[in-house]
């Protein structure tokens, strides 16, 4: 899912993984790639103006954090695996379909 998620509001991007989630094998990864924002929602300062950008531009959509995506892919069924930067304003966020690895 490459760069989609910030044109829509929480609960669009909630169903839309949620949609996916069945196209999934079990096991098989879902690829998140978004311009996303700390915490705090002031960082990094381009991911922040982006969210300025998409709240004047579109009806619901603006940045979101990593904590936000993976909560929508963990409500859907999947399990987190990662998250990396993959450029100053693009970053990768892994699940797979089912449950984590297995602790112990």
């Known amino acids: ?17 949620a949609k996916l989630a069945p196209l999934v094998p079990a096991g ?29 531009g579109t009806p619901r959509g603006r940045t979101y954090t990593v904590e936000e995506i993976r909560g929508w892919g963990e409500a859907a069924g999947f399990s987190f695996v990662s998250e990396r930067a993959a450029g100053p304003r693009h970053h990768l966020i892994e699940m797979r379909k089912g449950p984590g690895p297995a602790s112990g």
């Open 1 to 17: 899912v490459s760069a989609v998620l910030h044109a829509e509001g929480p609960d669009e991007n909630r169903a839309l993984l």
């Open 28 to 56: 098989g990864r879902l690829i998140v790639q978004e311009n996303v924002v700390d915490p705090d929602r002031t960082r990094p300062q381009d991911a922040a103006l982006f969210a300025v950008n998409m709240l004047a």
